[in-house]
């Protein structure tokens, strides 16, 4: 019976429609246990005609989730190219993009249902994810279920459900039942029970259970499910109360081989009869389950612990004896019989086969259960548990002391074994955590400490990545030449002992120390290590080459060569779900648009990054600087807020890549507002570095800054200065000005001519101050309206005039008014045919406009579109109102 459900089921059946019409779309169901998500999606299965092909899959509550087990369960379900690589450990980004080639090349629309998602393992949550994003161009309809009220802003999975596309996800939340509801299911089981709608608060669940209860009309009524699903168990003769115990330990539905080998040639008549009772039902592949798993759980519950764990132990050793390869199913028997051994055994195993296919976050769960007994670990065991735990927790979760310790706890028991080459292993690993958790110190130290002991040992591409591992830390800390001498030492022992990560990383070193430093020959190395990042499928590695290439080129203002790379990067990381990398390369590209002088721009795409949940400080530096230079520049609020963070935040990761743009970022603005003793301190700590700590075009800019305030401060340096600056510093502000608008950066232009001296100043003023109105820079054209009255020639400047109307700036990818409302049907996933007919246009103008807006955006189609505008919001138009 569907009572108060109609609307939602016509959601599900629209969307199932829309599909079918290749528009593809996410239904999510979300309400509380027992509410009646699954009774609203079989209803709608059951409606759904036979030209839709549904495919069922669900969570399951383990210790440790099932790796991919939605996928396995599709998989299974229909002919699939998936199923051998899974079998085979293929990485997610292969196990995904096969999927989604079988639903693409679907002869007919198909509905995946991913049943309580709230139990979803870390992988699942990558396949949701990366469905989400490309789902509106197949016609296939993604229905997810869970309980909302177990899910809270800080659980991954609300996470990715926010990330989901709005204009592609249908959000349905299933509330109880009315009193009116819960009188009309007591009256059609012939019952009358005074308060049940109270008792139960309209859950459904608890309602039929109630109502199955059976109880006399003078008998209490039950409190809770607990004990409704007691008065159901106390009628059951002993066999099938048994039977019933110990299904309830088993999470998933209970298969025909491991029904046969619990209860023998009777298991299938036990669970027909407990299907006839409605305590169970058999699902489409014949495996028997509970009809809920609050009823799973409340059976579970009544037992006393002995029990369970006696009740563990039998169903481990049914499944030893069919000698299944479900680890997962292993472990959790093993840990609920307090089996010891067998976890020891299987843990490990079921780790490894876990971060195979990169589930790295049950792989690390799965070890956790295995250090609960590592008190009867020999000693190599427990060492090398440590060392996997701390590794995969290190990735799939927080870098936390734990961790550390873990990496501790790893190296004594490697030095009580005498085996260096695993002291040395886990030395570089933990010079890398304390990396990551922004302790440079520690990280130089511990990194020392790992050549030192290969250094002992025979030659190998270990040690040769604790070279480059080294050399990747000075590269980050501005110490190029020990950078490079470390790195050549990595590439020049991987020659002896092949390894192609190691070459990449360390080529990625060196090229990126030598372009820093103003060498061009550092950038065939970082060519070279694309391209073996690329030939190899090292996707963290080729997103880490594009973003210090363009790091590189915007530092280096050879800013049309670094929109190719941005472009291409940002393309690369969102074909890959590399989500970190892509916003760090964001930051940059916002970084660009103010070098470009594309003020606005630059803010949008900043903040656009800032908003974004759970991006490291490391992540999002790049664009707070961006943003709190651009706000200064325009006149916005907050500046000495953003200005102040920027610099706290970069002075917590100790690089002084961070830390000398913010400090810069801190003395313009001191300029602007004519605060000399800001620009005065800041100035004399960065007058304090080596004559050859900075690269030509920040000694220049350090060095033009001292002449604009008159400072006399002592200043070192080994470089030349960039041209533009040399020219500002020999006084020849004119020419100065000239290159930078020949390098494209306008502003730098206007601000070179407004800082002129005296003798120029009337001359520059009105050059200047049209070149920031139109650049937006409304605070910087005040203050050349202000040097102007001080002078007395404000009557060269213009009036002031209204701002700008926002709508007519420049779109960040230059996309034209037309391409802009292109791209916002094609977000919405019209097809060209569609768009022609929405904007009055013939196809084959829409086709030209839709070309167009691939080229711009660096991507080869629509798929791509769509996951540059999700993982870039900023470059849809704004919605009309």
Wanted: hydrophobic fraction near 40%; charge should be negative.
């Amino acid at each position: 019976m569907l009572l108060e459900r109609h609307n939602e089921l016509e959601q599900v059946l629209s969307a199932c429609q829309r599909s079918a019409n290749g528009h593809g779309n996410i239904v999510l169901i979300a309400g509380e246990a027992g509410i009646g998500k699954t009774t609203l999606l079989e209803t709608a299965r059951t409606e759904l005609t036979s030209a839709h092909q549904v495919y069922w899959s669900a969570c399951d509550p383990f210790l440790t989730p099932r790796p991919f087990g939605p996928l396995h369960d599709f998989a299974a379900e229909f002919a699939s190219p998936v199923l051998p690589l899974l079998r085979n450990g293929a990485l997610p980004t292969e196990l995904f993009s096969t999927f989604y080639r079988t639903l693409e090349t679907a002869k007919h629309p198909r509905i995946l249902v991913i049943e309580d998602a709230h139990w979803a393992d870390h992988g699942t949550l990558d396949l949701i994810k990366y469905l989400g994003r490309r789902i509106a161009f197949s016609a296939c309809t993604l229905i997810i279920s869970y309980r909302d009220d177990e899910v809270s802003e800080a659980d991954p999975l609300s996470s990715v459900l926010t990330a989901l596309p709005s204009g592609h996800t249908n959000r349905i939340i299933l509330t109880p039942l009315s009193q009116t509801s819960v009188e009309q299911m007591a009256s059609a089981a012939g019952k009358s029970i005074e308060n049940l709608h109270q008792i139960t608060s309209g859950n459904p669940f608890f309602v039929s259970e109630m109502l199955a209860s059976e109880l006399p009309s003078t008998h209490a009524v039950p409190a809770s499910v607990q004990e409704a699903v007691n008065a159901r168990i106390f009628r059951l003769v002993e066999k099938e109360r048994l039977f019933l115990e110990t299904m309830s330990l088993i999470p998933k539905a209970l298969t025909t081989e491991l029904l046969h080998a619990l209860f023998g040639e009777e298991g299938e008549t036990l669970a027909l009869a407990c299907v006839a009772r409605k305590l169970l039902v058999v699902d489409s592949r014949g495996h028997f389950r509970f009809r809920h798993e609050l009823a799973r759980l409340g059976t579970q519950t009544r037992l006393p612990v002995n029990q369970q764990q006696r009740l563990h132990q039998r169903i481990l050793s049914a499944l030893q004896a069919l000698d299944t390869d479900d680890l997962g199913s292993l472990v959790h028997h093993a840990a609920g019989s307090l089996d010891g051994n067998c976890v020891l055994r299987y843990a490990p195993q079921a780790a490894q086969r876990a971060a195979t296919i990169g589930a790295h976050r049950e792989a690390a769960s799965y070890l956790t259960t295995a250090l609960k007994f590592i008190d009867e670990a020999p000693t190599e065991l427990a060492a090398q548990l440590y060392q996997d735990w701390a590794y995969e927790a290190g990735i799939a979760l927080q870098i936390d002391d734990a961790v550390v310790q873990a990496r501790r706890n790893a190296i004594s028991l490697w030095r009580a074994l005498g085996r260096n080459d695993k002291i040395g292993e886990n030395l570089r690993w933990l010079s890398r955590l304390h990396w990551y958790r922004g302790e440079s110190n520690e990280a130089r130290h511990f990194a020392d400490e790992a050549i030192k002991v290969y250094e002992a040992l025979p030659e190998s591409s270990d040690r040769a990545m604790a070279y480059s591992f080294r050399s990747q830390l000075d590269m980050l800390n501005d110490r190029m030449q020990d950078a490079i001498y470390f790195g050549q030492r990595a590439l020049k022992l991987e020659t002896k002992h092949p390894q192609a990560e190691v070459r990449v990383h360390a080529l990625n070193n060196v090229g990126s120390a030598l372009v820093l430093r103003g060498d061009h020959n550092g950038e065939p190395l970082l060519q070279e290590s694309l391209e073996l990042a690329l030939k190899h499928g090292f996707h963290e590695h080729a997103a880490r080459v594009y973003t210090n290439m363009s790091d590189y080129l915007v530092r280096f203002k050879q800013l049309e060569k670094a929109e190719q790379w941005v472009t291409d990067g940002i393309a690369y990381d969102t074909k890959y779900d590399l989500d970190s990398w892509t916003y760090y390369l964001v930051g940059i590209q916002a970084q660009l648009r103010l070098a470009q002088g594309r003020l606005e721009d630059a803010a949008t795409i900043g903040l656009g990054v800032l908003n974004l949940n759970q991006l490291t400080l490391l992540m999002q530096l790049p664009a707070l600087c961006v943003v709190a230079k651009a706000e200064s520049r325009m006149g916005g609020p907050d500046v000495d807020h953003l200005l102040g963070l920027a610099l706290k935040n970069a002075m917590a990761t100790n690089e002084q890549q961070y830390i000398i743009p913010a400090r810069l970022n801190l003395i313009e603005n001191a300029w602007l507002h004519s605060m000399d003793s800001v620009a005065y301190e800041q100035l004399q700590i960065l007058c304090t570095a080596a004559p050859d700590h900075y690269d030509f075009w920040v000694a220049g800019e350090i060095a033009v800054w001292l002449q604009r305030f008159e400072f006399s401060i002592p200043y070192h340096t080994a470089h030349q200065f960039a041209r533009p600056h040399h020219l500002e510093c020999q006084g020849d502000h004119t020419a100065a000005a000239q290159d930078w608008l020949d390098i494209g950066m306008p502003f730098e232009a206007a601000l070179c001519l407004l800082t002129s001296d005296h003798s120029q100043q009337t001359e520059h003023l009105k050059s200047a101050h049209s070149m920031l109105d139109k650049l937006g820079a409304k605070a910087y054209t005040e203050r050349a309206r202000s040097i102007a009255t001080s002078i007395g020639a404000l009557n060269l400047l213009p009036k002031r005039r209204r701002s700008p109307n926002p709508n007519t700036r420049q779109h960040p990818l230059r996309l034209t008014k037309k391409e802009q409302q292109i791209l916002a049907l094609m977000a919405d996933g019209l097809n060209n045919q569609e768009i022609a007919e929405r904007l009055s246009r013939s196809k084959r103008t829409v086709e030209s406009h839709v070309s167009s807006v691939l080229a711009k955006m660096g991507v080869k189609n629509r798929v791509g579109a769509m996951l540059r505008v999700q993982s870039e919001p900023w470059l849809l138009p704004p919605k009309s109102h």
